[in-house]
């Protein structure tokens, strides 16, 4: 058995420290989907001790982001078409039912907020201002989804956001998206305002879709990054 992870002057773990830098480095791509990663390489990375790499490893495979593999590490979980399809798909129909119920109920004050969030940009392949500009976009999003008054809604819409942001950082780090998604989101703030339900659904769909292409082309032109074999038949059903 290996030392306890130690703790540091402020009172964390190291490997609390490990783990929220692994995991930032992995949701952010800076270590890609589907790299075999070790533990000694992990501590050497972020500068922490083997025991609190370990833990942190633990921690990490235990939701899913890294996958052991006999004898060589483990492998970042890879950004697969599945995950993506149903992921967006989930977005869809959660979001237009959020827009749908909160079309007309979003007042004045929070009308200026959404159009203060809408106006983040990023600077493709800086991680630190893509984190920003989704981070605002989330907020963006969950803002009109708390005005549909449903708690259920917001907390499912939530969840899918977060299991999208490294899609979204593999995406946006191959295209700037941010003028498409700045426009897309004054569509959809109008129809809001206006109450136009009918607008602000075919807006989030759109929406939606967009950024779904976005991230599946850059999947599709790094194949080396799939876990599946993808047929004809079966890239189809994906496009």
């Known amino acids: ?37 070790t533990e000694v390489d992990l501590a050497g990375q972020f500068g922490v001790g083997r025991a609190a790499a370990r833990a942190a490893v633990d921690r990490l ?12 590490g483990y492998r970042v979980k890879p950004i697969t078409l599945r995950d993506l399809n149903d992921l967006f798909q989930l977005r869809e129909i959660v979001e237009v039912a959020c827009v749908r119920l909160a079309a007309g109920r979003v007042d004045s004050a929070d009308l200026h907020r959404l159009d203060r969030l ?11 201002s893509e984190a920003v500009f989704l981070q605002r976009n989330s907020d963006f999003h969950l803002s009109i989804a708390a005005a549909s008054g449903n708690d259920r809604l917001i907390a499912v819409l ?6 999208l942001e490294r899609m979204f950082h593999f995406g946006l780090s191959l295209r700037d998206r941010g003028s498409e998604m700045q426009s897309e989101h004054q569509s959809l703030i109008v129809a809001l305002a206006e109450g136009d339900a009918a607008t602000a659904e ?10 779904r292409a976005m991230v599946l082309d850059a ?16 890239k189809e059903r994906f496009l």
Do not use: W
């Open 118 to 128: 809408c106006r983040t940009d990023y600077q493709p392949g800086d991680k630190e």
């Open 202 to 211: 075919r807006v989030t769909i759109d929406q939606v879709r967009s950024s």
């Open 61 to 72: 495979s235990l939701i899913g982001l890294l996958q052991p593999v006999r004898r060589q």
């Open 158 to 163: 939530h969840q899918t956001l977060v299991e």
């Open 1 to 37: 058995m290996g030392n306890p992870p130690k703790e540091t002057k402020g009172g964390l773990r190291q490997s609390d420290i490990a783990f929220h830098a692994i995991h930032k480095a992995i949701v952010r791509c800076e270590i890609m989907p589907g790299s075999i990663v």
């Open 219 to 234: 999947l599709l032109s790094s194949a080396s990054l799939l876990d599946v074999k993808i047929g004809v038949a079966e």
